[in-house]
């Protein structure tokens, strides 16, 4: 699922302000992440399920590896975790309203901070 129109897509945030930002908000990016690209996780378990709000970003100056790089990130998405096979985020899937409604309150939060830190 894709929380379209939120204003975080297309905001380039500098990638140390941003994960202090996403670690606010129970993100995690851990190994999630290459030379350009990164991704931040925030995990949520109801009645046995694993659920997974994502935020992605790529470089458009810097390297992630270097503690310097500028992302631009991506639209946030949420999905589902099925063992052995990983998280669909297909259009399929079956979300809680409960849990759509905290998300998208997260990500109103999280674009409050980035809105901060911009200016």
């Known amino acids: 699922m894709k929380f379209e129109n939120t204003g975080i897509e297309n905001q380039t945030v500098e990638l140390s302000r941003l994960d202090d930002v ?7 990016r851990a190994a999630q992440w290459d030379y ?7 995990k949520f ?6 659920f997974y709000l994502r935020v992605q970003g790529y470089a458009v100056e810097g390297d992630v590896d270097s503690r310097y ?5 991506l639209t946030p998405i ?3 975790y099925y063992y052995p096979h990983g998280v669909e985020y297909g259009e399929d899937e ?4 409960s849990l759509v409604n905290q998300c998208q309150a997260i990500l109103v939060q999280v674009k409050e901070e980035l ?3 911009q200016d």
């Open 78 to 80: 949420l999905g589902k």
């Open 22 to 28: 996403m670690e606010r908000f129970g993100f995690v």
């Open 69 to 73: 790089a500028l992302i631009k990130l």
């Open 115 to 117: 809105d901060k830190i």
């Open 45 to 50: 378990q109801i009645k046995g399920d694993i």
């Open 36 to 42: 350009e690209r990164v991704t931040y996780d925030r």
């Open 94 to 97: 079956h979300f809680p309203s």
